[in-house]
């Protein structure tokens, strides 16, 4: 292993306290020089913690000519940080092709975790958490966006989603078009003094989105997993027993329907197509 070394540093995401001492550490006395995607919104947080420190620009569209000179730096013994503007560098941000070079030429690359959206939204969305699915940004063109969101719902995990305020009203959209009743949970400027979460459907959300105006801030949606469904035999059956509880005709097909997963036009041709052959029983 060559003696050089690249720390990928995660920075806060809004809250400038959510910085780990070891990046601090590492930032002040240990890294000879940090690349960062915008060396003007890097050094704010440098000044805040009083480090002084060279600062170069990494970002997607000088990557590869910034690799090959991180590269040599690193052959030279240096230690280089590796920050993004805000959260984890590389998820849904610029690294990956440094990080590569780096492995492939035998240098050491440590992480420094810390923030990211996408784990501060998830515990704190209320939905499970033990499985998930990080999609990063779904694509900007309608076809291609509603294609990946059909793939998502086709899972059976969380999903955790990252946009931007000027696409989430359309991304709601098709997140109601495709995933329907499906709980979701919008978290809006984590960390940060106007912190919100939303929750609900798509539609609901949407909602009371349209109230306000503009949206502002920065937004991760994490996507409930579709709910398990229940084995039911007999989907008629079980209209009748609930009607029997006392339930209205229309709210027991819409349980059954939703406990088994099958449409709730189904559920209501088979509640019907017993009721008849129930009442030709009776009158025979
Ligand atoms: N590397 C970052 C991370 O680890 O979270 C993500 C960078 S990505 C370019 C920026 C996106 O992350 C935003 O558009 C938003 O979807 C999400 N994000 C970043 N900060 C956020 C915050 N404070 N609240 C909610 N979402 C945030």
């Known amino acids: 292993m060559l003696a050089g070394t690249l720390y990928l540093i995660a920075t806060p995401i809004g809250n400038l306290e959510d910085i780990t001492l070891r990046a601090l550490r590492l930032l ?4 000879t020089l940090i690349a960062c995607e915008d060396t003007r919104h890097t050094q704010k947080l440098l000044e805040h913690y009083s480090i002084r420190k060279p600062l170069v620009s990494y ?5 590869t000519r910034r690799s090959s000179e991180l590269l040599r730096r690193l052959g030279a013994g240096e230690s280089i940080g590796l920050v993004s503007d805000a959260g984890t560098p590389l998820i ?3 690294g990956y092709r440094i990080v590569n070079a780096a492995i492939q030429e035998g240098f050491n690359v440590v992480p420094v975790p810390g923030s990211s959206a996408a784990l501060a939204a998830l515990p704190a969305s209320g939905l499970p958490a033990d499985e998930f699915w990080f999609a990063g940004f779904v694509p900007s063109k309608p076809a291609a966006r509603r294609k990946r969101l059909l793939e998502l719902a086709a899972l059976s995990v969380t999903a955790v989603l990252y946009e931007t305020p000027h696409r989430i009203a359309e991304t709601l959209t098709d997140i109601e078009a495709v995933f329907g009743e499906r709980k979701i ?10 912190e919100e979460f939303l929750r609900g459907t798509a539609k609901e959300i949407s909602q009371q989105l349209a109230g306000r105006g503009a949206i502002k801030g920065e937004i991760t949606l994490v996507i409930a997993r579709a709910e398990e469904k229940e084995q039911v035999d007999d989907p008629a059956a079980e209209v009748a027993k609930l009607e029997a509880e006392g339930m209205d005709r229309m709210e027991a097909i819409k349980t059954v329907a939703r406990r088994s997963g099958l449409p709730k036009r189904e559920v209501y041709r088979l509640a019907e197509a017993r009721g008849s052959n129930q009442a030709h029983k009776n009158l025979a």
Do not use: M
Not at 28 to 31: A, G, L, T
Not at 59 to 63: D, G, S
């Open 28 to 31: 002040r006395d240990e890294i």
């Open 59 to 63: 970002h997607e569209h000088n990557e």
């Open 92 to 94: 849904s941000d610029p």
């Open 185 to 194: 949970v919008l978290a809006r400027e984590l960390t940060k003094i106007h």
